[in-house]
């Protein structure tokens, strides 16, 4: 057993009940720590699902998942104090202000008091959200939801950091500021798993990624190298629509 | 206690910033309480206090006209009307007026009225008086009786229809009895000459009066605002279950349950703070409720709401009934998938529980397959246990076995609730 793997995940299948095809084929997947670590793939294939699974929310058919060599199964408990999740869904209370979502998040963690107001503060002034704290989340904007949306999810510090989608539907300016606040995280030693399906974001952004279709991991590497090592790659894009092929997905 | 609190405080947020579920938790259910209660005291106060204008048409003109007539009047729920639009009435307008549904009751007391009940009582009077020998089969005539017709909107529900029947029989029977009675003191007086005339009294020797079952140290009366207080109580604590699996449904939809699920610890937390919250809610329409029971009904003239000397039986009911309907709403939310699944399903399964244990009407006049089936009903507990308190004047020895079944269906539904969760792992 390796130390130095934040996750680690070993010939998972899954198929959801009523589905006759698996969303996950005996897929296998490994990050070291401190990586930003990019799951790319089209609509459908399997990328939620496979968060879902590393945060334990989703029972799976058959392999094994650790994290921080920690069993998903087991030691759920202890890896829920380790990580943080920003889910593709905005996943706030619609009627509560940005401050009062952030601080029932931060009590549920533990934190409170003087500690907990800096730390919110601090979150908030990074992302740009310090004027519009006291507004009710329904009023926000896409991308500001966005980016509450993350803070939620960091507002712990957690040490790995999962992100489903974080740049989904936001303006340059919105997409800048997450994309560089994560770069941010990461120099101070959060593991960033994130998924997408913008192929350049994650060309700037992760150290290595996979990419995933019809839940099977088709390549995996660092970004550069692989773009170096066909002839005909010219970028992530044309390693994608190589691999992937032309085809509607989610059909 | 940090996270307890503050998972509190944001349900507390919650609701209070959804309008719409306010309404229908505390605004909704005092409504309803008044507008029931005030139809339904109208229907159980005695017919005389509410008036009725009637069409009245006397072509007798004679005693029994006049006695209805003003039997009628004197009557004070009935008040009587012989023109239209300056025109005596007649057999004709009478009945276009009533079906057109402008009067809902015509009264037509028949020329012959009075004649007949006289040519009757002296014929019968005469018989008995005369020899037996001289009854002859032609003589014993057979009278046609005089028609009093009565006229009705059908909008008039059967039981008026029936009082203003009984009534009118009332009179009817009154004037008969009197004019025989006189007749007959008129052939007495033949045969035996007297200076004093025996006199008619009309009042009966026979009166009914209404008690009801006090034990001595309960001086309660059953009237509209004792029945209906308890029933539309416990319907709107029910009605929490639609904003609570709104909360649920939406809390998952979101997908800020798995935001929860990520946190150590908190599902049990989170959920148990939805509990209190709900509680909380439930006692505060509790408190509203007796509130318009004993000052805002009083108010508009109707019986103060009396809460016995047993109050600690009454919270504790309460208590085990808000535990129920909290407990039904969480298995909803849990279970239901969609907010029209919870909702629809939700208040339509409320009105027909309501119905069977009795909130709309009474469980004594239901048929006796209806009576038994209602003991399946929460809502029936939560009633009887109010009941039992409100109407006869129990104590916690006598609410107890309710109480016991309300917290029990309330560990059965989250139970369910809790089993499904596992089962599907869904978020
Ligand atoms: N709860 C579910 N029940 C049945 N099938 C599901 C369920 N959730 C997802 N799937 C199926 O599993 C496959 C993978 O879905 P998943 O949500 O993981 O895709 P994704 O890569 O996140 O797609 P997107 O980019 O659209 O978010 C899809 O075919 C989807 O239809
Ligand atoms: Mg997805």
Redesign the pocket.
Known sequence: MEDNFAIRIENITKI?K??AEP?LRNISLAVPQNEIFGLL?P???????TINILCGFLKFNSGEVYINNLSVEKDLNKIKRIVGLVP?DIALYNTLSAWENLRFIGNMYGLKGNKLKARINECLNMLGLEKSRNRQIKTYSGGMKRRINLIAGILHEPKILFLD?PTVGIDVQSRKVILDYLHELNKKGTTIIY?S?YLEEAENLCSSIAIIDNGEIITQGNPGEMIESEEEYTDLESIFIHLTGRSLR?N | MLRFSTSVYKEILILIRDKAGIAILFIMPMVLVFVMTLIQDSTFRKLEETSLMVLFLDEDQDSLGMAVENGLMNSGFINIKKTYEGKLLDRETIIQLVTKGKYQIGIIIPASATGTIRNKAEYLIEQAFSDVDSITEEENLQFEPAKVILYFDPVIKYSFRKSVRITLEKFIYGIESKITFDIFTDEISRYIPSDNNLKFDPTGSIIIEERYIKDKYNEMVPNSVQHNIPAWTVFAMFFIIIPLTGNIIKERESGSILRLKLMPGSDLIVMSAKILVYLLVCFIQFVLMLLVGIVFLPMLGLPVLELGPHILALIIIAIATALSATGYGIMLGTIATTHEQAASFGSVSIIILAAIGGIWVPIFIMPDIMQKISIISPLNWGLEGFYSIFLRGGGIRDILPYAGLLVGFCILTMFLAFQYQRFHKKF
């Open positions: 959801y009523g589905s969303a793939g609509n459908g294939a399997g990328k939620t699902t593709q989608e998924t399906h989610d």
